[in-house]
C-alpha cells in the first residue's frame, strides 16, 4: 500500500519537475504526501528530505505560516517522533500550535483547522506518552476529543485512532478495564463503518492482550491480599 502511494505522489512529482512547477504552491502537497509516506515505512531521511523541499518551496513563496505551512510542521512533528527524535517533535508541534492558534485568531476556525487541531492534540498526547507522561497524554487525548465532539465527527476513524491513543495511556497507568473498554469501542466504530480488517488490526490485538493480562494479575492479587486478611 506504502509503495503504491510513492509510485502514485512520484508519478505527480515528476510531473511538477517536467513542467518547471516544483517550486509552486501547487507542489507543495504533493512533497508533504511523499515524505509522509516514506515516514510511516520508517525510512526517515527520505522523509526529511521531501519535508524540507516542501519547507524550501513555502519559504520562497513566503508562504509558511498558511494552512499548508501548518500541515507541514505537523508531519514534521510526526516523522520526529516516529524516528524517536522527542525534543524536535516537541519543538514541531510548539512551533505548529503557535501556528494554529494565529490562523485561528485571524481567520476563525474552519474545518481544516479543526482537523488540525485534533490531529496536533493527539500526538502532542503520544509524545507526552513517548517520555512516560501518561496522565498529560490523557489531558491532550481529551481536548481532542473534545474537539471532535464540538465538530461532530464522532464515530469517524479520526475517533478510532484516539480511542487506541487512549487505551496505550489507560493500559501504561494500570487501567486494565479502561483501556479494553476504549479497545471494544474501536472494534464497534470499524465495524460501524464496514471495516473487516485494520491495518492497527495487530497493534489492537497486542494492546487487547496486554489489558487482559494485566486485568488477570490485578484479580490474582486480589484473591491473594483477600486470603491473607481472612
Known amino acids: ?46 522523509a526529511k528530505l521531501k519535508f524540507q523541499q516542501a519547507l524550501e518551496v513555502l519559504e520562497q513563496l ?19 517522533l516516529r524516528a524517536e527524535e522527542l525534543d524536535g517533535a516537541k519543538q514541531l508541534y510548539g512551533k505548529a500550535l503557535a501556528l494554529l492558534k494565529d490562523l485561528s485568531a485571524a481567520s476563525g476556525v474552519d474545518s481544516f ?7 496536533l492534540l493527539s500526538n502532542m498526547g503520544a509524545l507526552h506518552a513517548a517520555r512516560g507522561n501518561h496522565r498529560a497524554a490523557l489531558k491532550s487525548y481529551r481536548e481532542a476529543q473534545g474537539v471532535l465532539v464540538a465538530e461532530a465527527l464522532l464515530g469517524t476513524l479520526m475517533e478510532a485512532d484516539l480511542q487506541v491513543y ?48 494485566q486485568a488477570d494479575e490485578s484479580d490474582d492479587q486480589g484473591w491473594q491480599w483477600k486470603k491473607t486478611t481472612t
Open 1 to 46: 500500500e506504502h509503495d503504491e502511494a510513492i509510485l502514485h505522489f512520484s508519478a505527480a512529482l515528476r510531473i511538477y519537475e517536467q513542467t518547471g512547477a516544483l517550486a509552486t504552491a501547487s507542489a507543495v502537497p504533493v512533497l508533504i504526501e511523499i515524505g509522509s509516506v516514506h515516514s510511516a515505512k520508517g525510512e526517515h531521511a527520505a
Open 113 to 119: 483547522l479543526s482537523l488540525s487541531s485534533v490531529s
Open 166 to 213: 487512549f487505551a496505550t495511556s489507560l493500559l501504561a497507568l494500570g487501567d486494565s478495564e479502561g483501556a479494553l473498554w476504549m479497545l471494544n469501542s474501536v472494534r464497534s466504530l470499524y465495524k460501524q463503518l464496514g471495516i473487516n480488517k485494520s491495518p492497527r488490526g495487530r497493534e489492537l490485538r497486542l494492546l487487547a492482550d496486554a489489558a487482559r493480562r
Open 62 to 80: 513566503g508562504s509558511l505560516r498558511t494552512a499548508a505551512g501548518l500541515k507541514l510542521l505537523i508531519r514534521m512533528g510526526n516523522d520526529a
